[in-house]
């Protein structure tokens, strides 16, 4: 099993021929993924890294089945870009761009909901099922296949804390990048869920920050949880009212704090890790 | 992007709504004129971007132009909130029946814009009960449709020509929030005076993603000189009260950093990620930009597999020959040829460490000797 994507999951890349997508096209394969095909208006009949590039997502469906898009389509184009995908049938859509105006994300989750396709994102790294697909940006070298789940709103804290768990030979399922922004696609919720009814994932890491309700939503469900739930929370030391970083990652009036999502976790019974190194210990003692 | 209220009312009464009549001032002449304009009552209220203006004395009744005058010559140039207040807007005093609360916002969670309401309006929303509070989630295929805005206005319990008015102004928000890409258009109290419904108070906030495609509007500064600085290079910058300067690759990864600096007993000075780019240019900037905050100490933690950290380290050293860093830098560098990277760095006077948790306790000791 794994989540979400495995290693029959047939990838198109939106935005094949820019810096990005070319080097992640690259990565990308060098992980295994199977890319079928990229998208760039005007440039059909190129070809980036033995892929062949269209001028759309209609036309590369066309010659070939795809099962999801990574687009490195920027910001001003993305809602255009994602709509398309979702329009033409692809199931699952990873929104690896930063800045997209939160309206233009509103109307690319309700068009998403409509047709019954899965965001993941905006501004994420991505989703990796450990040694068999990879989607998006995240360095190759961090991830071994195990039985720990790991879902995070942020990036380079999360390749930190999964180095930590490889480092500790404790190895991943799927790594599972939600973005961070304040409206996206998959929802920690929705991955636990997947997680709980996956048979490879014993244990499940998240890796949260402050801002929104994400973690207070999860708390919920991790009461009814059967697998254990190591969480990470960022930004204690974060001002309120101050954005960090992350489009989602603000404090507003008294909603967000650290201390409330760490009090929700706690009390559904997560364990919560003070420091991000702390984590791969808190796992090992919780798989025996 | 904040607007002042003053901008937010430009922008209602731009789409029909109704707004105290009043005008702006920057001195005391020109708000007794203002008020002398209006005749009878007026108030005269900061400008500033903070919602608490009435209890850092920042909002004052006048019954004439003379009391406008010195009213408005108390208000500016004080500081309210911490804010130092430059204008001022003098308004007629509202005869006020009722006061409602009225916002739309984003809701993260429903993935949707929500219209929050209240009866129970010229106070903070956070105090009014749940069961005072309606809420309605605006599907955006849909909008604010007639038939939800005659809903809304029954559950606030608005009927007659109140009602009618409130069935015209839902939409209205709506299409402001929609239009001018809020994330968060906000009316506090509405005020309703005879038939009228009145903005009293307006919240107008931009997405600032948004904003390449809002030209139009005007453009309101919030950030530090340095953070505006920062933004400028495209880096993501937030000025706090310590002395350790941090500079990180990753949102997620310098909150940690700064977590851990905490934890350990250290004081951050700031917040900085400088994303993916670590060039020599790069580097530069940043350190110049932290280095203004005069810190006592700068912790960088790069955490990379695309990154090269002999190129982190040799850009590093190339800024501290150039340039110089007269200030010590703890730098904890993990990424393809690491090895190599704090080799070159310990080689040129760098504290350089591959575990975060070393770097930051070496970052707290440094920073809190003598």
């Given at each position: 099993m794994a989540i979400i994507i495995d290693e029959n999951t047939r990838v198109l890349v939106q935005g094949a021929t820019g810096n990005q997508g070319r080097f992640h096209i690259r990565q990308m394969l060098a992980y295994g993924t199977?890319?079928?095909?990229?998208?760039?208006?005007?440039?059909?009949?190129?070809?980036?890294?033995?892929v062949p590039v269209y001028d759309n997502v209609f036309a590369a469906m066309e010659d070939h089945q795809v099962d999801a898009s990574c687009l490195f389509i920027p910001?001003?184009?993305?809602?255009?870009?994602?709509?398309?995908a979702i329009e033409s049938g692809v199931r699952v859509v990873v929104i690896i761009t930063e800045h997209i105006p939160v309206q233009d994300e509103i109307q690319i989750m309700a068009f998403a909901r409509q047709k019954g396709a899965t965001v993941i994102g905006p501004n994420t790294f991505g989703i990796v099922s450990s040694g068999r697909c990879k989607i998006g940006i995240p360095p190759n070298q961090f991830?071994?296949?195990g039985p720990v789940g790991v879902v995070a709103r942020s990036g380079t804290l999360t390749y930190e804390i999964v180095g930590n768990l490889t480092a500790n030979g404790i190895g991943q399922s799927t790594v599972a990048g939600l973005g961070g922004d304040r409206v996206v696609g998959l929802s920690f919720v929705d991955v636990l869920q997947r997680f709980e009814k996956d048979?490879?994932?014993k244990a499940v890491v998240l890796v949260g920050e402050i801002g929104g309700n994400q973690e207070e939503e999860a708390a919920r469900y991790i009461k009814k949880m059967t697998k254990p739930v190591v969480a990470y929370i960022a930004g204690k030391s974060a001002p309120p009212g101050k954005r960090m970083g992350h489009a989602g990652a603000i404090i507003e009036r008294g909603k967000g704090t650290y201390q409330g999502k760490i009090e929700a976790l706690s009390e559904a019974g997560a364990s919560v890790a003070t420091l991000p190194f702390e984590v791969p210990g808190i796992i090992k003692n919780l798989l025996g | 992007?904040?607007?002042f209220e003053y901008m937010g009312k430009e922008l209602f009464a731009g789409y029909g709504?109704?707004?105290?009549r009043g005008s702006m001032a920057t001195g005391p002449d020109e708000a007794a004129s203002v008020a002398a304009g209006i005749g009878g009552e007026v108030v005269v209220k900061s400008q500033i971007l903070s919602g608490k203006r009435g209890k850092g004395g920042g909002i004052k009744f006048a019954s004439d132009p003379a009391q406008a005058r010195q009213a408005a010559a108390a208000i500016l140039g004080s500081t309210v909130q911490g804010l130092k207040v430059e204008m001022v807007l003098v308004e007629e005093k509202l005869s006020i029946d009722r006061e409602l609360y009225l916002a739309i916002t984003v809701d993260g969670s429903a993935r949707k814009p929500v219209l929050i309401a209240s009866a129970s309006g010229g106070m903070d929303i956070?105090?009014?009960?749940?069961e005072d509070i309606v809420k309605y989630y605006i599907d955006p295929f849909i909008g604010l449709a007639p038939y939800a805005a005659r809903e809304i206005t029954r559950r606030l319990g608005l009927s007659g020509n109140q009602a009618k008015e409130m069935h015209g102004l839902l939409p209205t928000l709506y299409k402001i929030f929609l239009e001018k890409d809020a994330e968060l258009v906000e009316i506090n109290p509405l005020v309703i005076s005879g038939d009228r419904l009145v903005a009293a108070d307006a919240k107008v906030t931009i997405d600032d993603e948004a904003l390449f495609r809002q030209q139009s509007l005007p453009r309101v500064e919030e950030r530090t000189v340095a953070e505006k600085k920062a933004h400028a290079l495209g880096l993501s910058y937030v000025e706090l009260e310590g002395n350790i300067a941090v500079m990180a690759n990753g949102a997620g990864i310098t909150m940690g950093t700064l977590d851990t600096l905490q934890h350990y007993g250290g004081r951050p000075a700031n917040f900085l990620d400088a994303g993916g780019g670590t060039g020599m240019e790069g580097t530069a900037k940043a350190l110049e930009i932290l280095l203004e905050t005069n810190p006592r100490v700068i912790l960088?933690?790069?955490?990379?597999?695309?990154?090269?950290?002999?190129?982190?380290?040799?850009?590093l050293v190339k800024v501290k020959n150039e340039i110089g860093i007269p200030v010590p830098v703890v730098i904890r560098l993990v990424g393809t040829n690491e090895e190599i990277g704090v080799g070159i760095l310990k080689e040129n006077g760098f504290e350089a460490y591959r575990s975060m948790s070393e770097a930051a306790a070496k970052a707290v000791e440094i920073a809190n000797k003598n």
């Open positions: 199977k890319i079928v095909g990229g998208t760039s208006p005007g440039k059909a009949g190129q070809e980036v890294e033995g910001a001003a184009g993305a809602r255009d870009a994602a709509f398309e991830f071994i296949p048979p490879e994932t | 992007m904040k607007l709504l109704a707004v105290p956070e105090e009014v009960p749940e960088i933690n790069i955490f990379g597999g695309i990154t090269r950290c002999d190129d982190v380290a040799n850009a």
